[in-house]
């Protein structure tokens, strides 16, 4: 997608309102096929049925506005045999012009298959696979409860990294949700990715809500802050090149330096940081039509699409949703959400004085690279990955 694509949003950074979500999360799927120790859904049922059907989706999505990020997320998204439509859908109906979407890497043949089909179907739309790995591969399989994932999870993600030479919007992601189970190997686990698959885009998920062992939120933030701090200075110095491949894209990679900054900020002290967009800006739906302004606020449920008619619009400017939007001002809610954050983040004109900071260093970095002559080996190409 060009930069036009994404400039016609920058008015919501002024008015919030009047418009649904341009940050949709959409829990394509409550299933999963792992048991993952620090999964924010918590303990679930074996098989969650009654999901919406694509045709209930496609009423949904043709009631809503124009989107920037689309996340349509699980449990294990590709899971769904019809994920490829469900994108396609938002990508007709709603222009979504980011599509991020996170997986176990289980499932090589099938992730591979849909990724392919969404880039074929949607040329102009700008992808990103996150494929998770959580630590070593003993740790890592512990932690997701899956015997051999590791190995799984590695070759999903040499097979996306192939796809990227052919696909100009395409990149895969390392997501790192960082725990009291791994926090102690996070360094380790980096110099794995770096020296044997030549990551180059890592970024970290933070546990949250009311995991599964309540003891994964057991973290010593200062363990995450080290993390951070080593991922930016390799960001600094383009070891790690993030979103080089979208419009924009340094602009994305500057405000993941300003955002774990946010989040340490707020795990030590307990208390609001930004204004938080969750219900205006950013929004989230369930497998089963529940409307939610935020996927942690599960009290706060706006309302089914299924007892709207799937009328999105609707139920999204409610009298009661409304008032959730209302009670999260008010009460200036606050959280590590990092998805949300984005939203809080790059739409608040206080706040992107900071990303213009780290944006102009990124840029100069790029500059001095060029000037001495260097290669920028991560930054301008993808990692060659043998073909086997």
């Given at each position: 997608?060009?930069?036009?694509g994404?400039?016609?949003?920058?008015?919501?950074?002024?008015?919030?309102?009047?418009?649904?979500?341009?940050?949709?999360?959409?829990f394509?799927?409550?299933?999963?096929?792992?048991?993952?120790?620090?999964?924010?859904?918590?303990?679930?049922?074996?098989?969650?049925?009654?999901?919406?059907?694509?045709?209930?989706?496609?009423?949904?999505?043709?009631?809503?506005?124009?989107?920037?990020?689309?996340?349509?997320?699980?449990?294990?998204?590709?899971?769904?045999?019809?994920?490829?439509?469900?994108?396609?859908?938002?990508?007709?109906?709603?222009?979504?012009?980011?599509?991020?979407?996170?997986?176990?890497?289980?499932?090589?043949?099938?992730?591979?298959?849909?990724?392919?089909?969404?880039?074929?179907?949607?040329?102009?739309?700008?992808?990103?696979?996150?494929?998770?790995?959580?630590?070593?591969?003993?740790?890592?399989?512990?932690?997701?409860?899956?015997?051999?994932?590791?190995?799984?999870?590695?070759?999903?993600?040499?097979?996306?990294?192939?796809?990227?030479?052919?696909?100009?919007?395409?990149?895969t992601?390392?997501?790192?949700?960082?725990?009291?189970?791994?926090?102690?190997?996070?360094?380790?686990?980096?110099?794995?990715?770096?020296?044997?698959?030549?990551?180059?885009?890592?970024?970290?998920?933070?546990?949250?809500?009311?995991?599964?062992?309540?003891g994964?939120?057991?973290?010593?933030?200062?363990?995450?802050?080290?993390?951070?701090?080593?991922?930016?200075?390799?960001?600094?110095?383009?070891?790690?090149?993030?979103?080089?491949?979208?419009?924009?894209?340094?602009?994305?990679?500057?405000?993941?330096?300003?955002?774990?900054?946010?989040?340490?900020?707020?795990?030590?002290?307990?208390?609001?940081?930004?204004?938080?967009?969750?219900?205006?800006?950013?929004?989230?739906?369930?497998?089963?039509?529940q409307?939610?302004?935020?996927?942690?606020?599960?009290?706060?449920e706006?309302?089914?699409?299924?007892?709207?008619?799937?009328?999105?619009?609707?139920?999204?400017?409610?009298?009661k949703a409304?008032a959730?939007?209302?009670?999260?001002?008010?009460?200036?809610?606050?959280?590590?959400?990092?998805?949300?954050?984005?939203?809080?983040?790059?739409?608040?004109?206080?706040?992107?004085?900071?990303?213009?900071?780290?944006?102009?260093?990124?840029?100069?970095?790029?500059?001095?690279?060029?000037?001495?002559?260097?290669?920028?080996?991560?930054?301008?190409?993808?990692t060659?990955?043998?073909?086997?």
């Amino acid at each position: 997608m060009g930069a036009l694509g994404y400039l016609k949003y920058a008015k919501r950074a002024i008015y919030k309102g009047s418009a649904t979500p341009l940050y949709f999360v959409f829990f394509v799927t409550e299933n999963c096929n792992a048991r993952c120790k620090h999964c924010l859904l918590g303990v679930r049922p074996e098989t969650i049925k009654n999901e919406l059907t694509i045709d209930e989706i496609e009423k949904v999505s043709a009631s809503m506005d124009d989107m920037l990020f689309f996340t349509p997320t699980g449990g294990e998204p590709f899971l769904r045999r019809d994920l490829a439509e469900i994108v396609k859908i938002f990508h007709k109906n709603n222009h979504a012009v980011n599509v991020g979407i996170p997986s176990n890497g289980s499932m090589t043949a099938r992730v591979v298959r849909t990724t392919r089909d969404i880039l074929d179907s949607c040329p102009d739309l700008d992808l990103h696979i996150d494929i998770s790995i959580d630590g070593l591969p003993e740790l890592h399989n512990e932690i997701r409860g899956v015997p051999g994932l590791f190995d799984k999870t590695i070759t999903t993600y040499r097979e996306l990294r192939k796809l990227e030479r052919h696909y100009p919007n395409f990149s895969t992601c390392v997501e790192v949700t960082v725990s009291a189970y791994n926090q102690h190997q996070l360094l380790d686990l980096y110099d794995y990715l770096k020296r044997k698959e030549g990551v180059n885009t890592v970024f970290t998920l933070l546990t949250r809500g009311a995991p599964r062992e309540p003891g994964a939120k057991d973290f010593d933030i200062a363990k995450y802050e080290e993390f951070q701090r080593v991922l930016e200075a390799d960001n600094r110095h383009l070891i790690l090149s993030g979103y080089y491949k979208m419009p924009f894209g340094d602009v994305i990679n500057a405000k993941r330096m300003v955002r774990p900054k946010i989040i340490a900020k707020t795990v030590r002290e307990q208390r609001f940081q930004i204004p938080c967009y969750a219900g205006a800006l950013a929004g989230n739906m369930f497998s089963r039509g529940q409307v939610h302004p935020c996927e942690l606020l599960l009290d706060k449920e706006i309302g089914n699409v299924r007892d709207y008619d799937y009328d999105f619009k609707k139920l999204w400017f409610s009298p009661k949703a409304r008032a959730i939007r209302k009670g999260i001002v008010d009460s200036k809610c606050f959280c590590t959400y990092e998805c949300f954050l984005t939203v809080n983040i790059i739409f608040n004109p206080l706040v992107l004085p900071r990303v213009g900071r780290e944006w102009i260093g990124l840029k100069g970095a790029k500059m001095r690279y060029r000037l001495s002559g260097e290669k920028i080996k991560q930054a301008e190409k993808i990692t060659h990955v043998e073909e086997e």
